[in-house]
């Protein structure tokens, strides 16, 4: 069995004291403590989402939220190249989610929710704030079951302006759209840079949006001949980058 993972937001690059203990307290220790009833002896490893990552030896668990570790040398892991950001359109229920865990697991660094003009579901007020909540700490809870050492930062909601903002930016930008005529297989991609990828709503991305951003920079791509949902098509098209620009050799 693999040693479980826990979040240490206060992880910096020495151990926390000079016997190299390392205190995991608050939700993430009650959740050690309580609910994975670690013992002294059992292995675990910590990292602060951003990079930052050690193992170590539980030496004392204590009361109910606090944890002790004796650390092993904290590791910094560099930033992946070519970073890839998806611009992902909403979609509707729990489905933002889903295709929030997934492009976690296949190592997406960034995610960029995307208010599109056809979009049914929209973020307003309170329930667009608790729906941002929701992707985040999915992207946080997906980074620990994945084992990253960088969770992939979940930004605020975005409009069109703003995606395309992004795309005028990036080294390679693409939208999957079935009009397009480019295969995202075979698309010329960086070593290096950023990478936005853009995937529309269920009712497609919209020609106006299309034609902004193509303007911007953008190629339509296609990621082959069938059409995936839109909580898929990141997933898909984000493993298809990994592979293409080595991060998964």
Not at 154 to 179: C, I, N, P, R, Y
Not at 187 to 206: K, N, Y
Request: glycine fraction near 12%; include cysteine.
């Amino acid at each position: 069995m693999t040693a479980p993972v826990f979040v240490a937001e206060g992880l910096a690059g020495e151990p926390a004291d000079a016997r190299g203990e390392f205190v995991l307290d608050g939700p993430e220790g009650r959740h050690a403590v309580s609910v994975k009833r670690l013992q002294p002896g059992e292995r675990v490893v910590l990292t602060d989402g951003a990079g930052r990552r050690a193992e170590g030896e539980v030496t004392a668990a204590e009361g109910k939220d606090r944890l002790v570790v004796r650390l092993d040398v904290v590791t910094e892991e560099p930033a992946p190249s070519p970073r890839i950001t998806v611009v992902q359109a909403l979609p509707k229920g729990d489905r933002g989610e889903l295709a929030v865990e997934t492009m976690t697991e296949v190592g997406v660094d960034a995610i960029v929710p995307w208010a599109a003009s056809r979009c049914i579901t929209q973020w307003r007020g309170e329930r667009g704030l608790k729906a941002l909540g929701k992707w985040r700490a999915t992207a946080r809870e997906a980074g620990k079951q994945s084992r990253r050492a960088r969770f992939p930062e979940v930004a605020d909601a975005a409009t069109a302006k703003q995606v395309a903002a992004l795309v005028a930016g990036a080294d390679f930008a693409a939208v999957l759209h079935e009009s397009g005529h480019d295969p995202l297989a075979t698309a010329d991609l960086p070593a290096h840079g950023e990478i936005v990828l853009i995937v529309g709503p269920e009712g497609g991305v919209s020609p106006e949006e299309l034609a902004l951003f193509a303007e911007a920079g953008a190629r339509i791509c296609v990621l082959g001949r069938t059409v995936l949902r839109t909580s898929t098509a990141g997933t898909a098209a984000a493993a298809l980058l990994m592979g293409r620009t080595g991060r998964w050799s």
